[in-house]
């Protein structure tokens, strides 16, 4: 729709841009580097953000930069994940079947990882989504994987991935100290500032293909007001506010028609949950 009129050969803000074209704030390539130490020296990491901060988007970039030679990832992401079905999963992605009980499949698991890396030379890592929503037995699991090794080397690495609840309402309390302490690494990640705001925009628009000035400063100004800095709120911003420009036969993007959109377009719970 408004891709052609603006003439740009994709549409600007949507979740799927490929990894190597997608904005990386300081906070993402420091984040990067952290998840690279822990996937390298089997560590034991946590991420937690508000939504819509870049959880998904770090672990993305994080995955597609992992040498299938040298690593092993893999990902879950169950809110009613169960400990027989943690060990399911993973054997699974291993490409091996489970077996009934959960100790049989948590021994076989244990085997598997061991040969990936004596045999295969490769180093497992393994990626949790939406942690916070997990029940304390699944998340004890990990710990005595982690402990698979004698408090030696770990056969794995492991990264929690979840909300700001997952410390809030989980780690920090003492009935979790066991979990609390293993951890090795901790990332969180905020919004962005304004400055990063303006670079967010522009680098979306240049994978669209986009030349030249659409967004003006006071444009930027107003998105970073009303999105508070969080991507996903950027994104769903400026996506309506290129329709309404696009319906307007405007070339170029002010404060006024972004205050416009946010006034008339977005849902009132949209911008009262940030």
């Known amino acids: 729709m408004y891709e052609n009129y ?3 050969r994709a549409t600007p803000f949507v979740r ?4 190597d074209r997608l904005y990386r704030s300081p906070q993402i390539e420091d984040a990067l580097g952290r998840l690279k130490y822990t996937a390298d020296k089997q560590k034991f990491a946590t991420v937690m953000a508000e939504p819509g901060c870049g959880k998904s988007t770090l672990i993305r970039m994080f995955a597609s930069e992992l040498s299938r030679d040298k690593y092993l990832p893999l990902y879950l992401s169950d809110s009613k994940l169960t400990p027989r ?6 054997l699974n992605q291993m490409g091996l079947e489970p077996r009934f009980y959960r100790g049989d499949s948590k021994r076989d698991l244990q085997k598997e990882l061991e040969t990936v ?3 295969q030379g490769r180093r497992v890592v393994c990626i949790l989504d939406e942690a916070h929503l997990l029940e304390k037995e699944t998340l004890e699991e990990f710990r005595f ?9 770990s056969n794995l690495a492991l990264i929690l991935v979840g909300q700001k609840e997952l410390w809030e309402k989980k780690l920090r309390l003492q009935s979790y100290a066991a979990i609390r302490q293993r951890i090795d690494i901790s990332i969180i990640l905020g919004r962005l500032d304004r400055s990063e705001v303006g670079k ?3 680098a979306h628009l240049d994978y669209a293909g986009y030349v030249g000035e659409l967004f003006t400063s006071d444009a930027e100004e107003e998105i970073y007001r009303v999105s508070g800095g969080i991507p996903r709120m950027i994104n769903r911003i400026c996506e309506k506010t290129l ?5 307007q036969h405007k070339r170029l993007i002010d404060g006024p028609m972004v205050r416009y959109v946010a006034d008339h377009e977005m849902m ?3 911008i009262a949950s940030m």
């Open 243 to 247: 329709i309404y420009a696009y319906q």
């Open 85 to 90: 079905w943690l060990y399911a999963g993973l």
């Open 200 to 202: 967010y925009i522009r």
């Open 268 to 270: 009132q719970t949209d």
């Open 6 to 8: 603006f003439e740009m």
């Open 145 to 153: 994987l982690l402990n698979s090794e004698y408090d030696s080397v």
């Open 117 to 119: 890396w004596t045999v």
């Open 16 to 19: 799927n841009i490929p990894t």
